[in-house]
């Protein structure tokens, strides 16, 4: 009984889609990891705040276009993107205003 109940749970939760958004935020990191897959990077490449912006406003913009799933996932990388803590932080709280 309890294994329906769980399958039951899960089937509805699977009814529901969320599409990714990625922000590659900055090339910097506190590591040098040998396998690094952001070859060549450069700690000056960061990610604007006023190109974050555009980002979100595209999205929102023509989200009838892009996606029709029931949820956003936002998601930040890098590098490191903790270095970019500030930025993350104010495109979170931009996109949802
Ligand atoms: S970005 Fe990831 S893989 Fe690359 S150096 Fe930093 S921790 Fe290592």
Aim: glycine share 4%; charged share 35%; aromatic share 14%.
């Amino acid at each position: 009984m309890e294994e329906y109940l769980l399958g039951k749970e899960i089937r509805s939760w699977r009814t529901e889609t969320a599409r990714v958004i990625t922000f590659v935020v900055t090339q910097e990191c506190n590591l040098r990891c040998k396998y690094c897959y952001m070859v060549d990077k450069q700690s000056e490449h960061r990610m604007s705040f006023e190109t974050a912006k555009k980002a979100v406003d595209y999205f929102i913009d023509n989200k009838e276009n892009l996606f029709n799933d029931d949820y956003v996932i936002l998601d930040f990388i890098g590098g490191e993107p903790l270095i970019e803590i500030d930025l993350i932080d104010k495109v979170v709280d931009y996109f949802k205003i």
